[in-house]
């Protein structure tokens, strides 16, 4: 008789395909679908403000449109973020996804990666939008554009995805999608609300408060301790509520 084989070795879920199940989820829900196209829509309807308003030579540079494009995408791209988690729990998926991958850690991340890969898609989708418009505004309204600034490109593109990982952090420690919603919206202004109007304040905000931190970053305009406070600001903000955040995820429990 021939010997036993050898039981082939288990391998786990790989991380890349982990990643791609998370991206489909992340825009085959009608959720995450017209949130894409809310962000889509609310992109083009300021572009196209920008494009209308004004003289031809006001305001109609480059990062002029770019600056408009951050506007609808500063608020909705976390909400893609906190959807990108809470959806386990509003969509009950929780025991199919916990059970195919039991290590939760790597559910997480690869959530965390999803997130980050999609906005930055959709902050690129921007980008193209807004030289397009430039383009037509120079060729429609004779307008005379200056183009290319690389610090606002790059302010912009880190500054989306901080407020990405933001998002995502608030999904995890809340794993409740109106519950995580609000405390991103209220939470952050609440602080740069008393960090205006409470004197003793006033020094820790300008370390502490993440939207006050974030703006030398988007305007293209940050240097010297601005990036130091670029760190504190996201280690309250961001990293710290995104350990806390993936330590709940690993032990709560999914019903």
């Not at 916990?98 to 980008?127: D, M, N, Q, Y």
């Not at 554009?145 to 990405?164: R, Y």
């Not at 600001?233 to 019903?255: F, I, T």
């Amino acid at each position: 008789m021939p010997s036993r084989l050898a039981p082939p070795e288990a391998g786990g879920v790989p991380f890349g395909r982990l990643v791609a199940v998370e991206l489909r989820k992340l825009v085959d829900t009608r959720a995450g679908r017209w949130l894409l196209i809310g962000i889509g829509a609310l992109t083009a309807l300021v572009v196209g403000i920008v494009f209308f308003a004004g003289s031809a030579t006001d305001g109609k540079d480059f990062a002029d449109f770019v600056s408009a494009t951050v506007i609808p995408q500063n608020i909705l791209l976390p909400i893609l973020g906190i959807l990108a988690v809470t959806s386990e729990w509003s969509q009950r998926t929780g025991l199919v996804t916990f059970t195919l991958e039991p290590h939760r850690a790597r559910a997480g991340w690869s959530k965390l990666v999803a997130a980050v890969i999609l906005g930055l898609a959709v902050v690129v989708a921007a980008l193209v939008l807004a030289a397009v418009a430039t383009a037509l505004c120079q060729v429609v309204r004779g307008s005379d554009p200056s183009w290319v600034e690389w610090k606002p490109l790059t302010g912009v593109l880190l500054g989306q995805v901080f407020v990405v990982l933001q998002g995502v952090a608030f999904g995890m420690i809340l794993r409740n999608t109106p519950a995580a919603v609000v405390a991103y919206l209220v939470l952050p202004t609440l602080w740069s609300v008393l960090g205006e109007s409470v004197s003793w304040l006033k020094d820790a905000a300008t370390w502490l408060d993440i939207n006050q931190a974030l703006q030398p970053m988007f305007d293209g305009t940050i240097h010297g301790d601005q990036w130091a406070k670029v760190g504190v600001a996201g280690l309250v903000w961001v990293v710290v509520p995104l350990l806390v955040g993936m330590w709940l995820l690993r032990r709560s429990e999914v019903k």
